[in-house]
């Protein structure tokens, strides 16, 4: 089971970038599936997420109107599309899989609700 999270990188104030969180070993087919983040010295937080059942997505005031999550499953993959980006978007990106709720309606939007990680990816925006 591994969930590999890509697409990071460096970008100015207004850009954007498209995460990915690519599954091997197992399927993300009607999981819940959430991207968070954490920049130094902060807590791990900021969610979007989509639902295992229906699609459905969730997002923190902090990021919602610029972010998209949805997912490919013919893929095996999770995206985040980031638009609008901001200085204080500077993180490390991390993708998870509540393996709890396949097939449930919603999705978590607490870190300790998502029971694996994959490794992150670093996003820099700079002026």
């Known amino acids: 089971v591994q969930l590999q999270a890509f697409g990071g990188g460096l970008v100015q104030p207004g850009g954007s970038l498209r995460l990915s969180c690519a599954a091997s070993?197992?399927?993300?087919?009607?999981?819940?599936i959430g991207w968070f983040r954490q920049a130094p010295g902060k807590d791990r937080g900021g969610h979007s997420c989509?639902?295992?059942?229906?699609?459905?997505?969730y997002y923190a005031d902090s990021v919602k109107g610029r972010f998209t999550i949805s997912r490919d499953n013919a893929k095996n993959t999770v995206y985040l599309q980031m638009n609008s980006l901001k200085l204080e978007d500077t993180a490390v990106y991390y993708c998870?899989?509540?393996?709890?709720?396949?097939?449930?309606?919603?999705?978590?939007?607490?870190?300790?609700?998502?029971?694996?990680w994959g490794q992150g990816t670093l996003v820099t925006v700079f002026s």
């Open positions: 989509i639902s295992g059942s229906d699609g459905s997505t």
């Open positions: 070993g197992f399927s993300l087919d009607y999981y819940a």
């Open positions: 998870a899989i509540d393996r709890t709720r396949r097939y449930g309606s919603g999705c978590p939007t607490a870190p300790y609700e998502y029971d694996y």
